[in-house]
């Protein structure tokens, strides 16, 4: 399954999750009070995610259900970000996020914090 996302797959996805079985015509007026989307537009989007198999179309009223979780989304997101920017080492990648001067002192205890604890 192809879980990558396009960004406007994304908002769709997101309004998905964040509401749970919700229907189309719901997807599109959320959408379009928040970011400008128009009927088309939306109802594109929704089909392209029903078509990668991300969401389930239910009948009647074009109910959809999300079929990955966000979880799933982000751990294939990170391993392709890992995969094509830092040879596929997630050390390189931890050791960039660390190596960034703007991350405040707090942020690297609690990331301390975190290895010491196993995450």
């Known amino acids: 399954m192809d879980i990558k996302l396009y960004d406007s797959e994304l908002k769709v996805m997101d309004v ?7 229907s189309a015509k719901n997807i599109r007026e959320i959408l379009g ?7 088309n537009t939306t ?15 239910i009948e ?3 109910v959809c259900r999300a079929l990955v979780s966000r979880d799933e989304v982000r751990a294939f997101e990170l391993d392709e970000l ?16 660390l190596g960034r001067k703007d991350i405040p002192a707090e942020t690297i205890e ?3 914090e975190l290895i010491e604890g196993g995450l």
Do not use: H, Q
């Open 82 to 97: 890992i995969n094509r920017m830092y040879d596929g080492s997630s050390d390189m990648l931890f050791a960039a996020l």
């Open 33 to 39: 009070g928040e970011i400008g989307w128009n009927k």
């Open 60 to 62: 009647p009223n074009f």
């Open 110 to 112: 609690r990331l301390k």
């Open 16 to 22: 998905i999750w964040r509401e749970g079985e919700i």
């Open 43 to 57: 109802y594109t989007v929704i089909k392209k995610c029903v078509e990668k198999g991300l969401v389930e179309r």
